[in-house]
C-alpha cells in the first residue's frame, strides 16, 4: 500500500492507493499530522509514500511520516518519470503539473493532451508526443475575486456563484460577469486553440473547481478531479 500526498496552496489532498487503484481520497485543511496519523493506523500495510507540493514547509510531514517507518519521496526533477520533461526552468516548475500530466496519461495513453487543473491558480499544461512542452499559468476564480477586492477601496470580497452573469446590472453581477464568464471565455478559447493545433488531441479538466467549469465549458472534456494522485501512484508504482 502507498500514501500518496497533493500539497496544494488552499489545501491537501491524500490518497491510499494499491496496485493501481486508489482505495480512499481525503481532503484536510489543518491539524495536518494528526491526520496523517489517523490514516497510517487505519492502513499499517502502507510502506511507502510519495509527495507532491507547490509550498516548501512540509519537512516537519516528511519526518512524520519517515519516523512511522515509511519509506518517503518527494517528486522532484531528480525523479524518474515515464515522460520526457521539455520544461525550460524545472527549478521553478510546480510538480503537481507533471503529476496532473502523468495522471491523465494513465487514462488516456494513445492521445496528445491538454490537462487543466483549476484551483488556486489554473494552470494549462500540454503533453504532446510523449513530451511536456508547458502550458500557461493563470489566476484562478477565487484569486481574481480576491484581488479585486484587495487592490480597489470599493470593490467588495466576493465567491462563486452557480448562477450565469453576461451583463451585470449592479456592482456585484458585474464582477462576477467578469471574474466567472472570463475564466470559462479564457479556458474554452485556450482549448480551441489546442484543438486547432493538435487535432485529436483530450482535454482533461481536474481541481477544485472542475466541476464549476465542467458545466460551462462549450467544448467537450473528460473530469478527473484525482489527476494529480493518479499521477503519483503511476511513479512511485
Known sequence: MKLLIDIGNSSIKMAIAENHKL???????????????????KYPKIKKSLICSVRSDFDD?????YDKGIVVSVLDAKMQIPIRNEYKSCNTLGYDRIAAI????????????LVIDAGTAITF?????NAFIGGAISAGISLRFKALNHFTDKLPLLEQS????????DTKSAILA?????????????????????????????G??????????????????????????EIIS
Not at 23 to 41: M, P, T, W
Not at 61 to 65: K, M, T
Not at 199 to 204: A, D, E, K, M, Q
Not at 209 to 230: G, H, T, Y
Request: glycine letters at 10%; one cysteine or more; a negative charge.
Open 23 to 41: 482505495i480512499e481520497v481525503i481532503r484536510i485543511y489543518d491539524n495536518v499530522l494528526h491526520e496523517v496519523s489517523v490514516i497510517l493506523g
Open 61 to 65: 510531514l516528511i519526518q512524520f511520516i
Open 102 to 113: 502523468i495522471g491523465a496519461r494513465s487514462i488516456q495513453s494513445e492521445h496528445n493532451l
Open 125 to 129: 499544461d500540454f503533453l504532446i508526443d
Open 162 to 169: 452557480d448562477g450565469r452573469f453576461f451583463i451585470g446590472n
Open 178 to 206: 467578469g471574474v466567472q464568464e472570463g475564466a470559462v471565455y479564457e479556458m474554452d478559447g485556450l482549448i480551441s486553440l489546442a484543438i486547432e493545433t493538435y487535432p485529436g488531441i483530450c482535454v482533461f479538466l481536474s
Open 208 to 233: 477544485g473547481d472542475s466541476f464549476f467549469f465542467a458545466k460551462r465549458l462549450k467544448n467537450s472534456i473528460f473530469v478527473e478531479p484525482e489527476l494529480v494522485l493518479l499521477g503519483l501512484n
